[in-house]
């Protein structure tokens, strides 16, 4: 292939977050990509598919070996909450679908640690009169700009990768805390095993979160279904709304909606 004929089917070819998206499709599906073969199917050279892995890797997706990649174990790690832009696009549709829930004005909400939470956080209305409460500065700050919200965060010793607030002070607050629906985050959504996440502190403040709203919303893409992480913080039976996106395979939403799981597909 020439020079000129690289660039032009290279600008035909999907951008680069429809590239990753498709390598780790692939990977979730095959338990392996080719390096090869991908570039074929996305009309790149071997070069942009080999930094797409790079980079993929860097964000703790996958772990590349001779000739492509294989799937990282997903109990030994925890990428950093600003390096999860996978799935960027579905996660805002996720937001704004959750965006419907939010209490009128008065109410109170609180917001888990996440990158999904964070869009949601992005997008929190200026015109209504809401108490907040949050466990990661980040969200803390972004929700600070809009003048009627009064903010406050639960405490407690700060984890690096995600921003969030665990530990006894944390749980103490969450422990007296009633408010009208919580958003929250997770790392795994099994029918087997409920819901997961890496790190045993964290694990046990997402555990009093959902004791702590009236209303228990779960944000998710569908990246997250059929995962099982380290420690788990709840069962499918604690949540009372799963907003996901509308790429969860059909037969993961009957199997869901079987197990008594609301769901809603953004």
């Given at each position: 292939?020439?020079?000129?004929?690289?660039?032009?089917?290279?600008?035909?070819?999907?951008?680069?977050?429809?590239?990753?998206?498709?390598?780790?499709?692939?990977?979730?599906?095959?338990?392996?990509?080719?390096?090869?073969?991908?570039?074929?199917?996305?009309?790149?050279?071997?070069?942009?598919?080999?930094?797409?892995?790079?980079?993929?890797?860097?964000?703790?997706?996958?772990?590349?070996?001779?000739?492509?990649?294989?799937?990282?174990?997903?109990?030994?790690?925890?990428?950093?909450?600003?390096?999860?832009?996978?799935?960027?696009?579905?996660?805002?549709?996720?937001?704004?679908?959750?965006?419907?829930?939010?209490?009128?004005?008065?109410?109170?909400?609180?917001?888990?640690?996440?990158?999904?939470?964070?869009?949601?956080?992005?997008?929190?209305?200026s015109d209504r009169s809401l108490i907040v409460f949050t466990n990661t500065l980040p969200i803390a700050l972004t929700l600070l700009a809009r003048p009627n919200l009064t903010v406050h965060t639960i405490g407690g010793r700060l984890r690096g990768l995600t921003s969030a607030e665990v530990g006894p002070?944390?749980?103490?607050?969450?422990?007296?805390?009633?408010?009208?629906?919580?958003?929250?985050?997770?790392?795994?959504?099994?029918?087997?095993?409920?819901?997961?996440?890496?790190?045993?502190?964290?694990?046990?403040?997402?555990?009093?979160?959902?004791?702590?709203?009236?209303?228990?919303?779960?944000?998710?893409?569908?990246?997250?279904?059929?995962?099982?992480?380290?420690?788990?913080?709840?069962?499918?039976?604690?949540?009372?709304?799963?907003?996901?996106?509308?790429?969860?395979?059909?037969?993961?939403?009957?199997?869901?909606?079987?197990?008594?799981?609301?769901?809603?597909?953004?």
């Amino acid at each position: 292939m020439t020079g000129s004929a690289a660039r032009q089917t290279e600008h035909r070819a999907p951008f680069a977050s429809q590239r990753r998206q498709a390598i780790v499709r692939t990977l979730r599906s095959s338990g392996r990509v080719d390096a090869a073969e991908m570039a074929a199917e996305l009309r790149v050279t071997n070069e942009t598919v080999r930094k797409d892995l790079i980079q993929l890797e860097r964000q703790g997706l996958l772990r590349r070996v001779h000739g492509g990649a294989v799937p990282i174990e997903q109990l030994s790690y925890e990428p950093d909450v600003a390096a999860r832009t996978e799935f960027a696009d579905a996660k805002q549709r996720i937001a704004m679908a959750a965006f419907a829930h939010l209490p009128a004005d008065g109410g109170s909400v609180l917001l888990d640690a996440g990158s999904t939470t964070s869009r949601l956080a992005d997008i929190f209305p200026s015109d209504r009169s809401l108490i907040v409460f949050t466990n990661t500065l980040p969200i803390a700050l972004t929700l600070l700009a809009r003048p009627n919200l009064t903010v406050h965060t639960i405490g407690g010793r700060l984890r690096g990768l995600t921003s969030a607030e665990v530990g006894p002070w944390a749980d103490r607050t969450l422990r007296e805390l009633n408010v009208d629906v919580a958003f929250l985050g997770t790392n795994g959504i099994s029918l087997d095993r409920g819901l997961t996440t890496p790190d045993p502190a964290e694990a046990a403040t997402k555990r009093l979160m959902l004791s702590s709203a009236r209303q228990r919303i779960l944000l998710a893409d569908h990246s997250k279904l059929g995962m099982v992480s380290l420690c788990k913080h709840g069962e499918l039976s604690d949540v009372d709304l799963l907003i996901t996106d509308s790429a969860l395979p059909d037969d993961q939403r009957v199997a869901l909606a079987a197990a008594g799981l609301a769901i809603e597909c953004a």
